[in-house]
């Protein structure tokens, strides 16, 4: 049971590179979300979608673009990687059918992000 | 502005002890969930409370959804040492399908 997977699980960018984090779930879930992790800290949403064909910003959306154009696949890139990019990067997902999510997520094991 | 407000941020206990850990918000949720994270992987599942003034228990942990579905708590009793690690609310707002997550409360149980 692969569940949520994330790659690379580890990454060392220099600012101004470009990159893309993949995630693919095998659950086929409709909803699916990105956050990111700082040290210490909670998750902050940074981009989610409730189906394929649709996303929708977070709560932290700047610098960073996704799309979804399959069930499973959800990737997050970063164009202009920044120093305030480092972080932590989770994805997640979520069983529902249109207008019942059941805000239940799993969870990737996580993308360490560093941007020098 | 934090929409989950976690309280408290750290908490460092005996073992054997019972502890509190409060999330609180002004806004309605339609799901509150509980996570717990541990160093170096995803948040996992503990909990999911849906219905104002829900009780849900699991082993020493108890979970509470309040009455107008805008906080909840998490009570652990006689706390161990493998109860150490990051708790994390999150609430899935009313009618939106964003779920948004607390600061969390890192928690840990000396033996």
């Known amino acids: 049971n692969a569940g949520v997977t994330q790659t690379p699980k580890f990454r060392i960018l220099k600012i101004g590179q470009s990159m893309t984090l993949q995630c693919t779930q095998d659950?086929?879930?409709?909803?699916m979300y990105w956050y990111r992790q700082d040290p210490g800290m909670g998750l902050k949403l940074i981009y989610y979608?409730?189906?394929?064909?649709?996303?929708d910003k977070g709560e932290v959306p700047n610098g960073y673009n996704v799309s979804r154009s399959t069930t499973e696949d959800f990737p997050l890139r970063l164009e202009l990687a920044a120093p305030s990019q480092t972080s932590v990067y989770f994805c997640?997902?979520?069983?529902?059918?249109?207008?019942?999510?059941?805000?239940?997520?799993?969870f990737g094991e996580g993308s360490r992000l560093t941007v020098l | 502005t934090q929409l989950l407000e976690q309280s408290p941020q750290f908490l460092s206990i005996q073992e054997g002890e019972n502890l509190t850990v409060y999330c609180n918000s002004s806004?309605?949720?339609?799901?509150l969930q509980w996570y717990r994270q541990e160093p170096g992987e995803g948040p996992v599942l503990l909990v999911t409370?849906?219905?104002?003034?829900e009780v849900k228990k699991l082993k020493r942990l108890t979970f509470q959804f309040g009455d107008a579905r805008k906080d909840s708590s998490l009570h652990i009793t006689a706390a161990q040492p493998g109860d150490t690690g990051l708790y994390l609310c999150?609430?899935?707002?009313?009618?939106?399908?964003?779920?948004?997550f607390g600061k969390g409360t890192r928690l840990h149980i000396l033996p």
């Open positions: 659950m086929n879930h409709n909803y």
């Open positions: 997640a997902s979520s069983y529902g059918l249109a207008g019942t999510n059941t805000g239940e997520l799993f």
């Open positions: 806004s309605v949720f339609s799901s």
């Open positions: 979608s409730v189906g394929a064909g649709i996303t």
């Open positions: 999150a609430g899935r707002l009313n009618r939106d399908d964003k779920i948004i």
């Open positions: 409370v849906v219905t104002g003034g």
